[in-house]
Every structure is written in structure tokens, then in C-alpha cells.
T-cell receptor, first 114, second 115 residues
């Protein structure tokens, strides 16, 4: 089955700086890679996703890059704000073959210092 | 985005009793829903896949007789923790994919505490 590794486990940045979280996956058949933000006591919220037919996707201050050959993908947050502080999870799945559950990374606790 | 509603958001129960958690897709139909469990400071671990009109599929190590799943309609799946014990205390989260893709929207989670 799929295995997703995520680094770092914790990340502290100053407000306004950029934050980068990296994930690797093991199953070359995986083709869908979402990122979730989870605040304390709440369910994960989808913030951005990317499919294997593109290498980069951007949405305002958030961007995701994908390297299929190396089987890794990254989340980039620019101009971080205190409200970006949360736990971020990457995930991987295979689309097109039925409803597949996501395999999650271990999570990154991001703290943005004001 | 699509809305998935989970109820209750928290519950405290006595050891040996059963607890039911509901997961509803509010603005779309979900033939499949997923149930996850999350321990403090850990990632989400898939427990089972709930299929409308058929039996749920459980992950290895998850007791199907303890975690009963019913998916009786296209908008509702329920998870019942039977004969709950303190070690069942956790954060339970459901999700549902929409459309033809895997995009999964999650409920707000249920914090279960067994005393």
C-alpha cells in the first residue's frame, strides 16, 4: 500500500517569512495529492491539491509543487500570518479507480510567530 | 466547497456503553464515506470505508463488531462504537469524496471520551 512521509514535524517561522513542508510517497500509481490544514479540535480543511498531470499549482499565498519522478511534493506558504498556525497534512491517493481513501502524512505543526 | 456535517462534536460516555456518530453530506450525495481515527498529535488513520447499500470495508486491525458502520442513504453514514472502553477514546472523523474525483471533505470530528 501507499506510504506517505512528511517533514518537518514542527516548523516555527516569523510572520512574513515563507514556510515549506515536504512529503514523499511510495506508490507510483498515486495521482492525487491534497493538502489539509487542521486547527485544534476540528476536522481537516482542504487548502490546495494537485494532480499528477501538472507540476505546480498556486492559490494566492499557497503553492504546491509535484515531482513525479522523485515522488515528492511540497507545500509553500508565503508571507505567513499568525492565522496560518495549525497542523498541516499532506495526503496521496489514486483517482480513477473508484473511491479511494487518502493516505496521510504524519503532519507538520506550523507556528507563525508574530 | 462541499459540506460534510458530523454529529455530535463531542461525547462522554461510560465504559461498556455504545455511542453513535453521524456523518452527513449536506449538499451532495456520497455513495462512499470514510471513517478515520486520530489520536492526540498523530495523523489520521483510516478505519473503514462505508458503502451505501452494502457492507463496510474495514482496515486491518479494526474490529468490525466493535465499530459498526451503517450507510443506509446517500447522505448519511453512522459509526457506532459498541461496548466502549477508555482505549477507544479518540477523535473520530468522517469524510466524503465528491463528484468523480477523490477530493475529500471532512466533517468537524467527534471527540469521544470513555470514562
Amino acid at each position: 500500500g501507499e506510504n506517505v512521509e512528511q517533514h518537518p514535524s514542527t516548523l516555527s517561522v516569523q510572520e512574513g517569512d515563507s514556510a515549506v513542508i515536504k512529503c514523499t510517497y511510495s506508490d507510483s500509481a498515486s495521482n492525487y495529492f491534497p493538502w489539509y490544514k487542521q486547527e485544534l479540535g476540528k476536522g481537516p480543511q482542504l487548502i490546495i491539491d494537485i494532480r499528477s498531470n501538472v507540476g505546480e499549482k498556486k492559490d494566492q499565498r499557497i503553492a504546491v509543487t509535484l515531482n513525479k519522478t522523485a515522488k515528492h511534493f511540497s507545500l509553500h506558504i508565503t508571507e505567513t500570518q499568525p492565522e496560518d498556525s495549525a497542523v498541516y497534512f499532506c495526503a496521496a491517493s489514486i483517482e480513477g479507480t473508484g473511491r479511494r481513501a487518502l493516505t496521510f502524512g504524519s503532519g507538520t505543526r506550523l507556528q507563525v510567530q508574530p | 466547497g462541499a459540506v460534510v456535517s458530523q454529529h455530535p462534536s463531542w461525547v462522554i460516555c461510560k465504559s461498556g456503553t455504545s455511542v453513535k456518530i453521524e456523518c452527513r453530506s449536506l449538499d451532495f450525495q456520497a455513495t462512499t464515506m470514510f471513517w478515520y481515527r486520530q489520536f492526540p498529535k498523530q495523523s489520521l488513520m483510516l478505519m473503514a470505508t462505508s458503502n451505501e447499500g452494502s457492507k463496510a470495508t474495514y482496515e486491518q486491525g479494526v474490529e468490525k463488531d466493535k465499530f459498526l458502520i451503517n450507510h443506509a442513504s446517500l447522505t448519511l453514514s453512522t459509526l457506532t462504537v459498541t461496548s466502549a472502553h477508555p482505549e477507544d477514546s479518540s477523535f473520530y472523523i468522517c469524510s466524503a469524496p465528491t463528484g468523480g474525483f477523490t477530493e475529500a471533505f471532512f466533517g468537524q470530528g467527534t471527540r469521544l471520551t470513555v470514562v
